[in-house]
């Protein structure tokens, strides 16, 4: 019924770019409205948040250590989530999950989660 694919994710220099999307393909009445959100885990560490975005995007809410350089944003449409990563640094290196929530909000247990996307940072 659920099915989240991420996309964007790549080997770039400290201080470069990156933009990930996450494209839902859904099915069911019960997935009318949904938050979405990304996470990461590192090597070794388990995953972490990252950010996340209410259904009508108008709430977002990120972790200290990407506030200020990242932007989460969403197109209802096309069932699509973007994380805009500026100012990359070597720590950002993770495989980045994209999670959906069966809610209007973000709050909470993520309910569905893609396979993954590797960004690595290094030069």
């Known amino acids: 019924q659920v099915q989240l694919v991420e996309s964007g994710g790549g080997l770039v220099q400290p201080g470069d770019s990156l933009r990930l999307s996450c494209a839902a393909s859904l099915s069911g009445r019960m997935f009318s409205r949904y938050a979405m959100g990304w996470f990461r885990q590192a090597p070794g560490k388990e995953r972490d948040f990252v950010a996340a975005i209410s259904w009508s995007g108008g709430s977002t809410t990120y972790s200290d250590s990407v506030k200020g350089r990242f932007t989460i944003s969403r197109d209802i449409a096309k069932k699509t989530v973007y994380l805009q990563m500026n100012s990359l640094k070597s720590e950002d290196t993770a495989v980045y999950y994209c999670?959906?929530?069966?809610?209007?909000?973000?709050?909470?247990?993520?309910?569905?989660w893609g396979q993954g996307t590797q960004v690595t940072v290094s030069s």
């Open positions: 999670g959906l929530r069966n809610s209007v909000y973000y709050e909470g247990a993520f309910d569905y």
